[in-house]
């Protein structure tokens, strides 16, 4: 417990903890619960304000008010707005005028769906905690229904977690083999109303399961109007480790296979939600797509 306290909280610390936690003695893993909540807490200051604004954004850009309610705010156009206002006594700006999103009450049917799909082997540790931080803001927002699904070769569905993202980790397996193929095949029999959800599948393509079956299940969701989107990973690192070949096929697909930041992920789930061109996007952000293999088949085929 003693060691615990000092050392250096990180996202890497969070996924040794929870690889960890089923060998600690029960002080050790209460420790161990207290410091994932405090770098949860941290991560969720991060990131919340910026993925609720665009996500929010993504459905309702157009409308806009001058009395928004707090969580609604678009901070970076109320600071343009009021740069005339500026102190510099005081280094600050006063917001005279505020500038943020009208919200609009949808019924739960109209919503648009997001499916994680997430990859919880050993090597995608700080992707699996990244994507349950995010799951966690969006399950928070009333513009869209989120679900979270972890998998390795077994499948674990943390969607009704999602209003607590400590025990949301807490139920993440790490570790294991992986078989992609049977993690599309639960998310796909969930999935009501293909053309309104978004599938974005987290993972490095190591398949163990059946690769063939895999591309033609992606294909399938393709054609029924589901928007997929692979992440090969979903961290602050560089360019990560993944099956290269796999990659090129899904890409045949015409599925956007690439890596994305966590900074970048609340823009990419906006662009996404508002079915925009990924590929597009993704060069804005000078982020590079895998190439699409030639010989692998193409989603109407």
């Known amino acids: 417990?003693?060691?615990?306290?000092?050392?250096?909280?990180?996202?890497?610390?969070?996924?040794?903890?929870?690889?960890?936690?089923?060998?600690?003695?029960t002080k050790t893993k209460d420790i161990a619960r207290t410091i994932i909540a405090d770098i949860v807490a941290?991560?969720?200051?991060?990131?919340?304000?910026?993925?609720?604004?665009?996500?929010?954004?993504?459905?309702d850009r157009s409308r806009r008010t001058n009395r928004p309610r707090a969580r609604d705010i678009d901070w970076q156009r109320t600071i343009?707005?009021?740069?005339?206002?500026?102190?510099?006594?005081?280094?600050?700006?006063?917001?005279?005028?505020?500038?943020g999103f009208?919200?609009?009450?949808?019924?739960?049917?109209?919503?648009?769906?997001?499916?994680?799909?997430?990859?919880?082997?050993?090597?995608?540790?700080?992707?699996?905690?990244?994507?349950?931080?995010?799951?966690?803001v969006m399950a928070s927002l009333p513009v869209v229904r989120t679900k979270l699904v972890c998998f390795d070769t077994a499948i674990v569905d943390l969607t009704e977690e999602l209003s607590d993202p400590v025990e949301v980790l807490f139920?993440?397996?790490?570790?294991?083999?992986?078989?992609?193929?049977?993690?599309?095949?639960?998310?796909?029999?969930?999935?009501?109303?293909?053309?309104?959800?978004?599938?974005?599948?987290?993972t490095d393509l190591y398949e163990g399961?059946?690769?063939?079956?895999?591309?033609?299940?992606?294909?399938?969701?393709?054609?029924?109007?589901?928007?997929?989107?692979?992440?090969?990973?979903?961290?602050?690192?560089?360019?990560?480790g993944y099956d290269p070949a796999m990659a090129g096929s899904v890409a045949a697909l015409g599925i956007p296979v690439f890596a994305c930041t966590p900074d970048l992920f609340p823009d990419m789930m906006a662009a996404a939600l508002r079915r925009e061109d990924i590929g597009a996007w993704a060069a804005g952000a000078d982020i590079k797509l895998v190439r699409a293999e030639a010989e692998a088949p193409r989603a109407n085929e």
């Open 80 to 99: 343009s707005a009021n740069l005339r206002h500026y102190q510099p006594e005081h280094k600050t700006i006063v917001p005279e005028k505020l500038v």
């Open 42 to 59: 941290k991560l969720m200051q991060r990131l919340e304000q910026k993925t609720a604004e665009a996500i929010r954004g993504a459905f």
């Open 209 to 240: 399961g059946n690769g063939q079956e895999l591309l033609r299940r992606l294909a399938a969701l393709v054609r029924s109007g589901v928007n997929v989107v692979v992440l090969l990973a979903l961290t602050d690192q560089g360019r990560p």
């Open 171 to 202: 139920g993440v397996q790490l570790g294991g083999g992986t078989d992609i193929n049977q993690a599309v095949a639960y998310c796909a029999d969930r999935i009501e109303r293909p053309t309104k959800s978004h599938l974005v599948l987290i």
């Open 102 to 136: 009208m919200r609009k009450q949808r019924r739960l049917v109209d919503l648009d769906e997001v499916v994680l799909c997430v990859d919880q082997s050993g090597s995608m540790a700080s992707s699996v905690i990244y994507a349950s931080i995010f799951a966690a």
């Open 1 to 25: 417990p003693e060691f615990l306290k000092a050392i250096e909280a990180d996202v890497n610390l969070v996924a040794d903890l929870i690889s960890l936690r089923s060998v600690m003695p």
